[in-house]
């Protein structure tokens, strides 16, 4: 029995680790601007799940994308890593920097769907004003 629970136990704990960032999007109500030493703004009201039934976006490679060598890879998904695993603050290897990157995705699909916020203040939302 002992050995069945210094099994299971480790096994168990990896598990509900593993799935920990896929848990994270679901529950997503701004953009994670920890990245940025002095942010200007407040971070990005987004939430996530809401936002994407709103949008009709059911593959998570719409936003979570895949580069190499420059190009898109089709049917990939980075929905398990950070924008900053591949986008640096200074931009570099060809990636544009993490605020651009953030920009480019959100507001750039916004203008191009003519719908959704494109103004400063209607992502960054001060504190208090809703």
């Known amino acids: ?52 039934e709103t949008a009709g ?12 060598g420059g190009r898109l890879v089709e049917d990939e998904s980075s929905e398990d890593r950070r924008c900053s695993e591949c986008h640096d603050l200074e931009g570099s290897d060809g990636q544009p920097p993490l605020i651009k990157a953030f920009h480019t995705n959100c507001k750039g699909c916004h203008q191009e769907q003519k719908q959704g916020p494109i103004m400063c203040g209607e992502c960054h939302i001060k504190a208090g004003i809703h």
């Open 57 to 68: 976006i059911d593959d998570c490679a719409t936003c979570h994308h895949v580069y190499e």
């Open 1 to 52: 029995m002992r050995t069945v629970t210094l099994i299971a136990l480790p096994l168990l704990i990896g598990i509900l680790l593993a799935a920990t960032p896929a848990w994270s999007q679901e529950e997503m109500t701004v953009v994670d601007n920890t990245n940025f030493d002095n942010p200007q703004r407040t971070p990005s009201v987004f939430v996530h799940d809401a936002h994407n």
